[in-house]
């Protein structure tokens, strides 16, 4: 294992750790608003806190970007942290979440975890060396017809600037696939993918710290990643489409009309 993607495992399952201790106890959390519907629990921060520390203690110049604490130092090497994503389904007993880290390299993906700590499940990738989920490779599907196709998204919650957008996509791919799910953690839905359970997947306006683990997971078992455009700018814009290559090209003509003005120009 490459030796960056080993200290990133490290701080993932020690977050992992954090989360299954406090999920024996939900009620005892301390959970504030931080907008309509979008929660954070002391536990969000004692992992964030705890991936950083096992970053910093073995890297101390590289960059630091968390949901919870934002930006940290300047470097090539900036670690992309999500230290618990699906945060409501956490505070809910379901067991859909995880902890999500990635490296970028000069703005290039180059390490990934995502880590499923209610199923001591490990998703890694390495640029260049290919996708695991514990020590098995992965490979996305080779589904070729969108209407055979299991489809993972999400769909918005707290902000509803691009519902109208968003409904369309959902009515016209409700009828053109074998069915869409939207399990609530957007880089488990991403690693779905990689892992060939889920064939393609698609959301809008994400954050970079919910995808950019998933995104390298996709690639590296041989899928595509795009923006609505089918070009890179997933990881600022948000707005992403992930699949196996088939798949990848017909989602993104499915979701094509449904763009708004505002969503084309992202
Ligand atoms: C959320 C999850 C969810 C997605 C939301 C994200 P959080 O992350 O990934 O699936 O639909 O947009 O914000 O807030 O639980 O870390
Ligand atoms: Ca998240
Ligand atoms: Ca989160």
Known sequence: MHPMLTIAVKAARRAGNIINRASLDIDKLTITSKNHND?????????????????????????????ESGVRGESE?????????????????????????????????NQAVIYD??????????KGRGAYLNDRRLRVTKETHLKNALIGTGFPY??????DAYMGMF????????????????ALDLAYTAAGRFDGFFEIGLKPWDIAAGCLLVQEAGG????????????KSGNIIAGNPKIFGQLLQAIAPHLSEELKAQ
């Open 171 to 186: 009515r016209d791919l409700i009828q053109k696939t074998a069915g869409l799910r939207r399990p609530g953690s957007a």
């Open 77 to 109: 090497y900036q670690w992309i942290i999500d230290p618990l994503d699906g945060t409501t389904n956490f505070l809910h007993n379901f067991p859909q979440y995880a902890v999500s880290i990635a490296l970028l390299h000069k703005g290039v993906l």
């Open 117 to 126: 700590p209610a199923n001591n499940d490990l998703f890694t990738a390495t």
């Open 224 to 235: 595509l990643v795009g923006d609505f455009q089918g070009n890179e700018n997933y990881l």
């Open 39 to 67: 929660f954070v629990s002391e536990v969000d921060r004692a992992a964030e806190d705890a991936i950083i520390d096992i970053l910093l203690e073995a890297y101390p110049d590289h960059e630091i970007l968390a949901e």
């Open 158 to 163: 707290t902000n509803f600037t691009h519902i």
